[in-house]
């Protein structure tokens, strides 16, 4: 069901994308009473795809109000607290002046992103050192605490982003928020070698909290390759795109705007860095391991909203809160090869309500700690085994003949033409989770503008790696919520 493109207003036509894409998603819990279709509105997506190349962070202020609130209550462990998370395109105005150019920057970053995340598997499972590589990347995803998450599209590496006050007293930072790394980190004064970010670098001799830590002590002893200078820990980490953070391994308080603080957090301070991750001041580990900011605070669990790549909007990183009542849960595996991933327990994939004929194998990972699929907040687009991915998009294009198809456009091979039409009924495309449960998703996580034209992409790639990824553009909208206590992992649609 097609129509053609009419001159609705910009808000109308956002209501109706809230109203009528988004719902699918809340209806469909159960594998029995699935939907079989979902509309996508074209005309909103693409204004507001205009919208990102216009939009100027200086009028919008995202974090301003939380800069004076940042406060060093300190919290017990089972304190809950929050913080802004913001999307990157909205905390640096874009350089790009047309939309084509800004998504294939998102692509070529999603791909480092990729690489490096199956370097770091491959490290573990081999047993070979990090510094024998090419530097690796890691992006920053959302934390235990409360803090906002704005998307970070235009920042370099990382899309999505928190404000976190460092030292005492606290000085507001722009931190890359990352499901998939543990150690945390920030530039740090005096700079050997530092990229350009927003804020002033951090002054180690501004705080009274700053602490160098030894080489003998705990923490020291947990980083995969320590330093040692002086009697003074030193840690090195690099990422699988060549960007990397060398510095002093110290402890320091982080503050999470008004919701509290917390003491005593091992992060490196890095004098020497470089890479992509230009506009955040450095990141937050939110991995599985033991460095992690997760882990040092000892969070029962944590929850974030990432809101639309292209909306503007901000929503929250939260710790030790409850998850909304309506989460569809699938357990948390641990794969015991490596500490950091969250995996998922995922049986399968729907289109059209029918499921797509894939080994459950796909989704799972061997005794030597290869296969599986994580969900990470630092890539963008899910990326599934060739053979599972093959499946489904030929499930999703028998189902979408009515569509006029154009050309593949980067690493998407399954693009339409929609741009004489203003809204489209498509097959629904759904998770199948463990328990006979499914998550179904909004069109528009599924079906991407790739220019201002009218040119959609299906969202998913294929990669020749064993390890599949659940990618952010997949989780948009939805809060998802990981009980760290009883290893579940919950999404909640429309919960930002």
């Excluded at 998009?393 to 693009?415: I, M």
């Amino acid at each position: 069901m097609c129509h053609h493109r009419s001159h609705h207003g910009f808000f109308f036509a956002i209501f109706v994308a809230l109203a009528v894409s988004l719902l699918p998603l809340a209806l469909s819990r159960s594998l029995t009473e699935e939907a079989t279709h979902a509309f996508l509105d074209v005309s909103a997506s693409l204004k507001q795809a205009q919208a990102v190349l216009s939009f100027d962070p200086e009028t919008a202020q995202p974090f301003g109000e939380h800069d004076e609130d940042m406060q060093q209550q300190t919290f017990a462990n089972s304190s809950s607290f929050s913080v802004q998370l913001h999307q990157r395109d909205f905390l640096l105005k874009t350089s790009y002046k047309d939309y084509k150019s800004l998504v294939f920057s998102r692509l070529e970053r999603d791909s480092a992103r990729v690489r490096s995340l199956t370097t770091k598997l491959q490290v573990s499972l081999d047993g070979v050192s990090e510094s024998d590589l090419e530097p690796m990347k890691t992006e920053l995803r959302p934390e235990d605490l409360s803090t906002p998450i704005v998307s970070g599209t235009s920042q370099g590496s990382g899309e999505y982003f928190s404000r976190v006050g460092v030292g005492s007293p606290p000085k507001p930072f722009y931190m890359v928020l990352d499901t998939g790394s543990d150690i945390n980190w920030l530039q740090c004064q005096p700079c050997s070698d530092c990229y350009q970010q927003s804020d002033p670098i951090f002054n180690p001799s501004s705080s009274s909290s700053y602490k160098t830590l030894p080489c003998t002590s705990q923490q020291c002893g947990s980083l995969e390759n320590p330093g040692c200078s002086t009697g003074k820990c030193q840690y090195q980490v690099s990422y699988g795109d060549g960007s990397y953070t060398v510095g002093d391994f110290v402890t320091e308080t982080l503050s999470f705007g008004n919701t509290g603080s917390a003491n005593g957090i091992a992060l490196g301070c890095g004098h020497q860095n470089e890479g992509l991750f230009v506009g955040a001041a450095g990141l937050l580990g939110l991995g599985a391991g033991k460095l992690s900011l997760l882990s040092q605070i000892k969070a029962s669990s944590f929850s974030y909203c990432l809101v639309d790549r292209n909306s503007g909007r901000s929503s929250t990183l939260e710790f030790n809160s409850a998850p909304p009542s309506d989460s569809v849960t699938t357990p948390l595996l641990r794969n015991q090869k490596i500490g950091t991933f969250y995996y998922v327990g995922l049986t399968g994939l729907s289109v059209g309500g029918q499921p797509v004929s894939i080994p459950s194998s796909s989704f799972q990972f061997d005794a030597a700690g290869n296969g599986g699929i994580i969900i990470d907040s630092g890539t963008a687009i899910t990326r599934l085994q060739t053979e599972a991915y093959n499946a489904l998009r030929d499930a999703f294009v028998q189902l979408t003949r009515h569509l006029p198809s154009t050309s593949g456009v980067s690493l998407f091979d399954t693009c339409y033409d929609l741009s004489s039409m203003t809204s489209v009924r498509v097959p629904t495309v759904s998770f199948r989770l463990a328990d006979g449960k499914s998550l179904q998703l909004p069109a528009k996580n599924y079906l991407i503008p790739v220019d201002s034209s009218g040119t959609f992409c299906f969202a998913f790639a294929a990669t020749r790696s064993s390890l599949s990824i659940i990618g952010n553009v997949q989780q948009q909208g939805t809060r998802v919520s990981f009980n760290l206590a009883e290893s579940r992992v919950g999404f909640s649609p429309n919960k930002c």
